[in-house]
């Protein structure tokens, strides 16, 4: 006989603890259980990040995203301070190096206030009161931006659901799923267990657990590894907090940026490069399943061929291969830089959906059949928005298992 819970959640990655934690907050004496394939949690992207806590100046208002930064960024920091999680709140500089960035720190500006972050643009002089090495004409301050310890946060969250009776089972892949009357049945590589709902939070896995229910018919994960240097400690003092470049706003990625880290260290990155592979963080990985599937994607094809983002891939591709590029990058935040003070650090995965029509989707996704619930594109910056995110996932846990819709 199938082990029998109110909810199974799969994926030991921030979304998949703090729902946890948050639906046996909601419902004390929920019966549950979270599958996680790794034998330990946050392997993935909840532990291979740049680890901000964001401050809601980049998410265009009215995207799940926006709705959530905000609140997310004050409620992780609060948590992190009541229960010793190392975060330091030292604020995020966004640099306009010429004329032409200043309209996007206006645009950044326009996005943060309307969204409730606190933002604002300062000179040059100011800039250099924080930042005495960044070089710009002109800043957006976001002085909730925060570092934190991203794993040691999804450990704590699920650390508090462990004591809300939640079960873990480690160390074992969901290999399918079927939805049977009012239940639905969960297949491990070690066992099956039957649940009324299931969450799943599956990161770069995400739509293939989703398809096995009929799901994710107009999305396809792309995998993009964000490849991280790091400043050697001797240099460490030439970054005080975080300097980010005005971004590209056609694309989801943040550029090139220099960011201290809660212990210490300062990482210049990431890039986002197409990888070969969902796991493939070695830079010639490659994985032949995972690269003949997206291969055999029309949308995956549509994006690739677009002139913009080959453009785009050509020079994250450089920066890649050439470790110089990327030193030359961030000498436009910092121009004392030097080649030899970069040294190589860790990568990262990013699970970023694309849709059929090739379009990188850049909003938070959840996609529903009667049994299950499936995060889609929880991309950045989901770590920050980690609680309020986890909250809405329990009301839609709540309206199957204690809520009944009228
Ligand atoms: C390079 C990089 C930098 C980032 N920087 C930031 C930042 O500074 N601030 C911020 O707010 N956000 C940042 N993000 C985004 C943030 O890290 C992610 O949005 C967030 O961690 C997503 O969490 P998750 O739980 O959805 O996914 P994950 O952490 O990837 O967790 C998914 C889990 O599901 C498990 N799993 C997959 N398939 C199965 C299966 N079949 N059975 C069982 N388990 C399975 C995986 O092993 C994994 O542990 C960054 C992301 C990247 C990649």
Known sequence: MPESFDLVVVGG????????????????GLTACLVEREPELALHQSGRNS???????????GTIKARFVVEGSRRVREFCRTNNVPVVEDGILVVARDESEIATLKELLARGQANGACVELIDRQRLGELEPHASGIAALLAAEGASFDARGYTLALAGQARGLGAEFFLGESVEDIHEKGDRVEVRTTKRTVEAKTLVCAAGLYADRLARKVGLSKKYRMVPFRGEYRELVPSRRQLVRSHIYPAPNLKFPFLGVHLSRTFDGRVLVGPGAVLALGRDSYGRFDVNLKDFAEMAGEKGFWKLFLSSDFRAVARQEWRKSLFPRAVAAEARGLVPELKDEDLVESRAGIRAQLVSTDGELVDDLVIEESARTIHVLNAVSPALTCSLPFADHITLLVAKRLWQPVP
Request: hydrophobic share 35%; charged share 15%.
């Open 13 to 28: 990655g921030v979304i998949g603890c703090a729902t946890m934690r948050a639906c046996l907050l909601e419902r004390p």
């Open 51 to 61: 680890g901000v806590v964001h401050a809601g100046y980049n998410q265009k208002p």
